[in-house]
């Protein structure tokens, strides 16, 4: 697929879902903290629920959904944390509780370079799209680089960026690259129907669900991008009529 590289497109027969024994209890399954606004953060907080984790806490002014536990603040007991969906408040980057626990950095954490301090840990993903990229990208290497050249090049600059750093790095876009140092691997299930707002929030929970089991931050991104994927692909109807609610409850089908 990719000359002389350790590149693979991945199958659906590559998913790993988490396997819910009968004797199990809600601990056994993590507790994720979303760390993010009201509304971004609900669906990130379902979409992790509804991928396996036990507990979902979100730190927000308010939740959307009786599910979810609302939290002032982060607290010692997180399995994973998810953070930054319509984050306003950029300070919780600087939580010493980030240094020791497993995390997702989504969406406005590009906004600060406080995100630098987290790049060289393996159990940190960073999902980007183009345009956050872009951004990150700058802050890294202090260059400039437009839509137009990534998107021609996106192989070249995830591995440009990996060879740099130790986090996993999930390049979204219509078929998105995942790579951690020399280990790179492709998502072509998905379509247009996720090009919608709040489908990255659901990733993000996604991802924090597997991390958050036990899953190295690697097959936690490998098994979230592919469910997220497929259950799009699933969908059945008009592509304009799909949404991140619907994205959420496709994931009981696969």
Same mark, same amino acid.
């Given at each position: 697929?990719?000359?002389?590289?350790?590149?693979?497109?991945?199958?659906?027969?590559?998913?790993?879902?988490?396997?819910?024994?009968?004797?199990?209890?809600?601990?056994?399954?993590?507790?994720?903290?979303?760390?993010?606004?009201?509304?971004?953060?609900?669906?990130?907080?379902?979409? /992790?629920?509804?991928?396996?984790?036990?507990?979902?806490?979100?730190?927000? =002014?308010?939740?959307?959904?009786?599910?979810?536990?609302?939290?002032?603040?982060?607290?010692?007991?997180?399995?994973?944390?998810?953070?930054?969906?319509?984050?306003?408040?950029?300070?919780?980057?600087?939580?010493?509780?980030?240094?020791?626990?497993?995390?997702?950095?989504? /969406?406005?954490?590009?906004?600060?370079?406080?995100?630098?301090?987290?790049?060289?840990?393996?159990?940190?993903?960073?999902?980007?799209?183009?345009?956050?990229?872009?951004?990150?990208?700058?802050?890294?290497?202090?260059?400039?680089?437009?839509?137009?050249?990534? =998107?021609?090049?996106?192989?070249?600059? !995830?591995?440009? @960026?990996?060879?740099?750093?130790?986090?996993?790095?999930?390049?979204?876009?219509?078929?998105?690259?995942?790579?951690?140092?020399?280990?790179?691997?492709?998502?072509?299930?998905?379509? =247009?129907?996720?090009?919608?707002?709040?489908?990255?929030?659901?990733?993000?929970?996604?991802?924090?669900?597997?991390?958050?089991?036990?899953?190295?931050?690697?097959?936690?991104?490998?098994?979230?991008?592919? !469910?997220?994927?497929?259950? !799009?692909?699933?969908?059945? @109807?008009?592509?304009?009529?799909?949404? !991140?609610?619907?994205?959420?409850?496709?994931?009981?089908?696969?």
């Amino acid at each position: 697929f990719y000359p002389n590289s350790q590149a693979f497109l991945l199958e659906k027969k590559d998913l790993k879902t988490i396997d819910r024994k009968i004797n199990a209890n809600k601990g056994n399954f993590g507790h994720i903290y979303i760390v993010a606004n009201a509304s971004a953060g609900t669906l990130a907080g379902l979409g /992790a629920l509804n991928f396996g984790a036990g507990l979902v806490s979100l730190v927000a =002014q308010k939740s959307f959904s009786p599910l979810l536990m609302l939290k002032e603040k982060i607290e010692n007991n997180a399995s994973a944390i998810a953070l930054g969906m319509g984050l306003e408040n950029l300070d919780f980057l600087k939580d010493e509780i980030l240094q020791n626990t497993p995390l997702i950095l989504d /969406a406005n954490c590009f906004l600060s370079e406080a995100l630098l301090w987290y790049l060289n840990r393996k159990d940190v993903v960073i999902t980007p799209h183009p345009k956050e990229f872009i951004k990150l990208y700058k802050m890294c290497f202090d260059e400039d680089l437009d839509i137009e050249t990534l =998107q021609k090049n996106r192989f070249f600059y !995830a591995r440009k @960026f990996s060879q740099n750093y130790d986090c996993v790095l999930v390049l979204k876009g219509a078929n998105p690259i995942i790579v951690q140092k020399e280990k790179l691997f492709v998502v072509n299930l998905g379509n =247009q129907a996720l090009a919608k707002g709040g489908s990255g929030d659901v990733l993000s929970g996604m991802i924090a669900a597997h991390l958050g089991f036990g899953f190295s931050a690697l097959e936690a991104v490998k098994n979230a991008t592919l !469910a997220h994927g497929l259950v !799009a692909k699933k969908y059945k @109807f008009n592509k304009n009529s799909f949404d !991140a609610l619907k994205l959420i409850k496709g994931l009981k089908c696969l």
